[in-house]
Nanobody, 122 residues
Framework: QVQLVESGGGLVQTGGSLRLSCAAS????????MGWFRQAPGKEREFVAAISRGGGSTVYADSMKGRFTISRDNAKNTVYLQMNSLKPEDTAVYSCVADRTYYGGRAEYDYWGQGTQVIVSS
């Protein structure tokens, strides 16, 4: 099992940047594909980005391409989401996910963090 704890959320103005972090427990972090999802109030959960076990492959939702960057540091058991050019519609709770076998944009990950709130003011 793996436990995921997100941090780095907060309030930012339109056009600003935030870097989210997700720290994973355990010594097998490098065996998990990792990702980020988000959910805005009154909306369905939405895929943001994913990264493969070794970090050599990434995939993004179309609306995040060019603005968001996912990365990981397997030595620190941490995955990051750098978010630039933020818009009010990026306001949501961002959750980190992990799975040993699944890698992609569907919500099929076995492990989910509690999430961190991001608010983008206009």
């Amino acid at each position: 099992q793996v436990q995921l704890v997100e941090s780095g959320g907060g309030l930012v103005q339109t056009g600003g940047s935030l870097r989210l972090s997700c720290a994973a427990s355990g010594r097998t972090f490098s065996t998990y594909h990792m990702g980020w999802f988000r959910q805005a109030p009154g909306k369905e959960r939405e895929f943001v980005a994913a990264i493969s076990r070794g970090g050599g492959s990434t995939v993004y939702a179309d609306s995040m391409k060019g603005r968001f960057t996912i990365s990981r540091d397997n030595a620190k058991n941490t995955v990051y989401l750098q978010m630039n050019s933020l818009k009010p519609e990026d306001t949501a709770v961002y959750s980190c996910v992990a799975d040993r076998t699944y890698y992609g944009g569907r919500a099929e990950y076995d492990y989910w963090g509690q999430g961190t709130q991001v608010i983008v003011s206009s």
